[in-house]
C-alpha cells in the first residue's frame, strides 16, 4: 500500500523481497532479490534508491549501522528500530522517560538443557507477588499478532513458558483492559510530526480484528493519547509513520502497550477515512517533505480485517460477494489464503457507528473471513 | 491509477507498453511488451489475462474482432470502440437515438495532391451558409485534447484545413458556450449502470484545465447531463468506464460532444472525491462484478491539471512546494517534464468552492504549471 501511495507522488519504490512472487512486488517499479539480513543484499537495495525505509520488524541493527555510516539515508533510523523490535529495550526508554507503561521487570535466563536458571524461575515469583497472579510473560524479541505472548496463572506455568525463551523474558502485571486504543503519528526528521486521531481496536488472542474511528471511548481519553502517541514519538526519534499501542485500564490508566516503527493495521483506516493515508504520509516523511493532513473525512470508519477461512479459499474469489456491500473499500494484499492468515481489510465510512460496523463486518464475512469468539458483532450478523 | 485500483482488490495488471519504461509498467503485475495494433502482441496479453480493457484509444478493431471471435472477453467490445473512435461515426449514431448533439455534417473527401475536391469545399460551404461562419472542422479520428480540431472563419481557411485531412472531415456548427460539462458513467455486461455527479470542465484550447464539483451550472442541467450520460452509455452499449462530455450553450441546449470510452480526466476527483473511483469502477465494471457508489463525498472538489513548464522541470522535484498546499492530492504520472505535456493533477476537497479552486491551482502552480491565458484564476493566484 506504501507502493501505491508512492507510484501516486510519481515516485518509485524499489523491493527488497526474498521471492519475485512476494505481493509487494507487484506494486514496485523495481525489485532486488534479496534478504534483508544479509548485508550485500542490502547493499544491492541501497545502490537503486535515495531512501531505505521498511514495513516489517525483520532487520540486522548491525547492518543498517554500516549503511547509515556510509551515508545512506535509513529512516526509521537504527535507534527507533531498536527500540520497535526488542520490547525490554522498549520498556527501559519509555519508563526512562516518564510515559505510563504496564509494571515490568525484564529478567535475563539462563536457559540450558536443564530449563531456566532457578534465579529466574524466583525473579518472576517475587514479580507475581508483588503485582498478583497471572502475569504475562513475553518474548522480548519476534513476537507479533499474539505471537511471544503467554498469560500464566502460576508457577508452574510460567517455568514451562520460560524454558523455551532465549536469553531473557519480559514479565509484565496482566492489565484489566477498559479498552485497547492506537495513535498512528508521522514524523519527519527535523521532529516536525502530526498525529492521526486516535483510535479504538479489537483485538481477540492479540490479533486485530476490527478498527473503530472515533470509537466508543471517551473523546478525552482519546485527546490524551493522541498527545502520548506523538510525545512517544519524539521519544524514539521516530522517522515515518509509528504506531502506538495503548491499553485503557478498568482502573482508568493509559498505558503504553507497543510501537510499531512503520504503517500499521490499526492506520489502514486513513486511506479512505482520513485526509492523508498512513502510507502517503510515511513515504512523505522518509522523504523529508510537508506531512499531509490527518483530518478524519467522515463521521464514523470501521475497517474489519479479512482472514483466510478454514478452507484457505482465496478472497479474491469471493470478490462478487464483498462487493456487493455498499460503500466497502476492500483491500486485498496478494497473499495466498491460508486459514486464519491476515489477508487484508475492508474500510466503510459513513455517519453512524452502527452502520458502518455491520458493513464492514458484512463483507468481511462474505470474503471468507471466520466469525471472531470474543468480538461482538453488530446487529443482524451476531 | 487503474492498475492501482486493481492492486487494492488483489487482482494483478497485466500491461501491454511499447516500452518497459513506460509509466503504467510500474503498477503492472506483469508486462508484455508489444503494441495494440499488432495482433501477436494483443494475443500475447490475452494469454496472460481474463479480460482485455484500455487506457487508450489506440485499437485496431479488425484484431479485436479476432480476439472476440475467439472467446476472449474485450471490455469495452469492438462496437463501443467503433463509435469512441471515429467522431463521424459517433454523431451517427446518437442522432439517430435523438441525443442531442451539434449541427454536423460529415462529409468525404477526395484529397489527392491537388487538394480537397471543389464538391467537398462546396458541401463545406453549403454548412456554413446554413449554420453561420464560422465552423469548426474535425477529423473523424486521432483528435485528442484540442488536436484535430480546427474552428475557420472563412472558405479560404477551411480549404487550407481540408488539404491536410484524410478521406472525411466532420463540419460542426460553432456552440455558443456557456460551459463544458462532463459525466462519467459505469456499466456492467449486464447493463446495470451507474453515474458520477456531472461536473463542469474548463478547456483552454480544447485541453481540459480544471474539473470543478458540482461545478457553477444549476443542478437541474447537472441532473439533466447525467441522464443524457447513462443513455448514451447505453446507446454504445459500454462495459467499464464511459466519459461523456458535453456544452451547455448559450441558447438552453445540453449538446453531447464526445465520448471515450475509458477513465478519463474528467473523472479523476472520484479518486478523493467520490466513494468508489472511476477506476475501481473500470476495474469492477469489465470483471462484471458489483458496482461501487458514485455519491460525492465533499461539498465541493476542485481538480486541477498539471502540465510541464517552460522548463520542462520534472514536477517530482517540486513535490516540497506541492505538497505544501494543505490537503492537496497530487498524482503524478510517472511521464517525462516536457513543456505543455499532461503530467499529473492535483485534487482538493473542502466546503467551499473558491477556496478548494485556489488550493488546486496553487499546488498546481508550485508543481511548475504554467498559468492558463484563459481560465479566470481564484483571487490571489491571477
Redesign the interface.
Known sequence: ?A??AA??????MVVLAERPDDAAC??A?EVVIGSPLVEADMRALAARCDVITFDHELVDLSILEKLVADGIPVHPGVSTLGVAINKGHMRRVLAQAGVSIPAHAVIGLDSGEAGPGDQAVAEVGAFAQKHGWPIVLKATRGGYDGKGVWPVGDLDEARRVLSQLGDEVLVEEMVAMRAELAVMVARRPSGISVAWPAVETAQVGGVCREVLVPGRIPSGIMQQASEVGLRVAEIVDAVGVLAVELFWTTDGRLLVNEIAARPHNSGHWTIEGA?TSQFENHV?AV?D??L??TAP??DHVASVNIFGGPGGED??TL??DG??V??AH?????KEGRPGRK??HVTVAGIDEGDVRSRAWAAALALGTPRPDRVELPEGLG
Open positions: 500500500m507502493g501505491e507510484s501516486a507522488l510519481g515516485l518509485s507487484e506494486v517499479a485526509v512523505r522523504l517533505l510537508p499531509g493532513a473525512q467522515h478472497p479474491v470478490l462478487a462487493l456487493a455498499e460503500g476492500i483491500h486485498l494484499y496478494g489477508l487484508g
